[in-house]
T-cell receptor
Framework: GQQLNQSPQSMFIQEGEDVSMNCTSS?????WLWYKQDPGEGPVLLIA?????ELTSNGRLTAQFGITRKDSFLNISASIPSDVGIYFC?????????????FGKGTLLTVNP | DTAVSQTPKYLVTQMGNDKSIKCEQN?????MYWYKQDSKKFLKIMFS???????INETVPNRFSPKSPDKAHLNLHINSLELGDSAVYFC??????????????FGNGTRLTVT
């Protein structure tokens, strides 16, 4: 099946720093999604990407759908303490019949105030 | 006015017991899912229903049986619970079965602990 490699596994940064994380796939996707999970809660959608090369921002977050359709990155600028959490990438290939997201293993972000 | 709500939030039970987790969504979505998140935080799909019809059934033991009485509800019943079933189970919903403009919305999870 499809696999996603998400890196880094964890990051420890100082407040105010910029963060970058990425996902690569062994096969192409036509949708990339980025989620954030806070402790004790479910993943919450941050950014959705539907077109190769697409660059989308949501406040301090920016994500891009790689031109090869096999990768995506998420950048967070000027991090703040509430950015702490686990960030997941997820990809979907609709060439199959049904909606089945493949998730990366997550990037645990810690922000030191 | 929680969009996807599941109950209970915590469930502690002994091996061999049977338990159920309930999920409801008020987003008007047609498709609902159950995901399992293991201790390493890996999220894996278990089941998906579209308009009450089962459309995805991953390699999940027969002890797990989903039921969808209507589009807004998807319950998960687990028989003969085993230690390895301990995990966080997430319900999710989406507008349709195609990912375009139809991302998943997750509930807050049910932490199941089997002792």
């Amino acid at each position: 099946g499809q696999q996603l490699n998400q890196s880094p596994q964890s990051m420890f940064i100082q407040e105010g720093e910029d963060v970058s994380m990425n996902c690569t796939s062994s096969s192409i996707f036509n949708t990339w999604l980025w989620y954030k999970q806070d402790p004790g809660e479910g993943p919450v959608l941050l950014i959705a990407l539907y077109k190769a090369g697409e660059l989308t921002s949501n406040g301090r977050l920016t994500a891009q759908f790689g031109i090869t359709r096999k990768d995506s990155f998420l950048n967070i600028s000027a991090s703040i303490p509430s950015d702490v959490g686990i960030y997941f990438c997820a990809g979907q290939w609709d060439g199959g019949s049904n909606y089945k997201l493949t998730f990366g293993k997550g990037t645990l972000l810690t922000v030191n105030p | 006015d929680t969009a996807v709500s599941q109950t209970p939030k915590y469930l502690v039970t002994q091996m061999g017991n049977d338990k159920s987790i309930k999920c409801e969504q008020n987003l008007g979505h047609d498709t609902m899912y159950w995901y399992k998140q293991d201790s390493k935080k890996f999220l894996k799909i278990m089941f998906s229903y579209n308009n009450k019809e089962l459309i995805i059934n991953e390699t999940v033991p027969n002890r797990f049986s989903p039921k969808s009485p209507d589009k807004a509800h998807l319950n998960l019943h687990i028989n003969s619970l085993e230690l390895g079933d301990s995990a966080v189970y997430f319900c999710a919903s989406s507008l349709g079965t195609n990912s375009y403009n139809s991302p998943l919305h997750f509930g807050n999870g049910t932490r199941l602990t089997v002792t």
